[in-house]
């Protein structure tokens, strides 16, 4: 039994149903590293296709498709221009300095976004002996510490536009990719055309326990292939969990408008509370972050108090929580946690 009533903590803490252990049970397998595995070929031609590029790459995390590409992509001393929220910057252990002796060159913006203009003025230019070379563009769609958010395609394309201008890459964290594509119906193709390399999580709101997929061009899926070698990401019988992930494909992506429709029912419950601030009309996905200076307690007293009440929401700064909305939360789920929220405030 889950140790939470209700756990709006992460989109990470899905649990597999019982008909994706089932497609798991059932995956034609072999050996992933020498490329016989079907299960994991037929899920990266999936996820290929899905977003309009010619290959892709089975990877054990998200994480680890961001430093393959980065690594693909730049040469030690380079720098990545990306948003100062960004996971990598973050969450990534300092991974891009530590593994590829990368700099990251991180920029403000609203909503964890930046603009084209921001991009042509952090390029470092003219490129003298002295200078980091910038080489690399990454976004987060959708941006997760940016509240959920979700880039405008137009902006994208302006931020290529400035990025080939200086002969930059392009690349997408694409985490939660499918929360932005079923929001707007703007396609994944449409989204990852601007970029070089792109990906998407299985192990978020698409409720598979474990894995990513990197896409790209043919030669840059190669690359990365002797990358994810390096790092120590390549496996054997990796269908068993690639199943799982075809089966997400297949089952869970509508659904993920469900997730978002209780995210804004959440906000529309707790907006009120006293001392607690939030935008309603700036809940695109299914991350509620809210603020809770003015309740005259911590995000981490009103977390450790909700815990005794068995809901579980994180806290990102010390007065920034983040509720997140998922497969495994019911609208009643909903209800229950914003009443306990209540409760704590009024203790
Ligand atoms: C925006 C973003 N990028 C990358 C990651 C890393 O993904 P993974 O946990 O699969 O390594 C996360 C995980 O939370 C994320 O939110």
Redesign the pocket.
């Known amino acids: 039994m889950d140790k939470f009533r209700v756990d709006l903590y ?3 803490n899905t649990r597999p149903s019982a008909a994706m252990r089932q497609a798991c049970a059932d995956a034609e397998v072999g050996n992933e590293q020498a490329g016989e595995d079907p299960t994991v070929n037929r899920l990266c031609e999936m996820v290929a296709d899905l977003m309009g590029k010619e290959a892709g790459l089975y990877a ?7 430093e393959i590409a980065y690594r693909v992509w730049c040469r030690q001393g380079d720098e990545i221009i990306l948003h100062r929220t ?3 910057v973050h ?2 252990t300092g991974a891009p300095a530590a593994l590829s002796g990368l700099m990251l060159h991180s920029l403000d913006g609203p909503r964890g976004q930046f603009s084209a203009e921001q991009v042509r003025t952090a390029v470092r230019q003219p490129l003298t002996n002295h200078r980091p070379r910038s080489r690399l563009v990454s976004i ?1 769609q ?4 940016g509240g959920g958010t979700i880039w405008p395609l137009e902006q994208i394309q302006d931020i290529e536009k400035a990025a080939k201008d200086s002969k930059l890459y392009m690349h997408m ?1 694409g ?2 990719l499918l929360n932005a594509v079923v929001e707007t119906r703007i396609t994944a193709t449409e989204y990852a055309a601007p970029f070089d390399s792109a990906w998407i ?4 709101g698409l409720g598979a326990p474990v ?2 997929v990197l896409v790209g061009s043919s030669e840059f899926i190669a690359e990365a292939w002797r990358c994810k070698q390096q790092f120590g990401g390549a496996m054997r019988q990796a269908g068993i969990i690639a199943a799982a992930c075809i089966f997400a494909l297949e089952h869970n992506v509508d659904r993920l408008t469900e997730d978002h429709e209780n995210a804004r029912y959440f906000a529309s419950l707790i907006g009120d509370l006293p001392g607690i601030k939030l935008e309603l009309d700036r809940i695109e996905t299914n991350l509620v972050f809210f603020d809770v200076s003015a309740t005259g307690m911590s995000g981490i007293d009103i977390a450790n108090r909700l815990r005794q009440r068995g809901i579980r929401i994180g806290v990102s700064a010390p007065m920034r929580m983040r509720a997140v909305t998922h497969l495994d939360v019911a609208r009643a789920d909903i209800e229950l946690a914003a009443n306990e929220l209540k409760a704590t405030l009024n203790e």
Not at 60 to 66: E, I, K, L, R, T
Not at 142 to 145: A, H, M, P, V, Y
Not at 201 to 204: L, V, Y
Request: a negative charge.
């Open positions: 992460s989109d990470t054990p995390s998200g994480s680890m498709c961001n960004a996971h990598a969450a990534e987060e959708t941006s997760n510490q964290d985490a939660r999580d299985f192990s978020k894995g990513a």
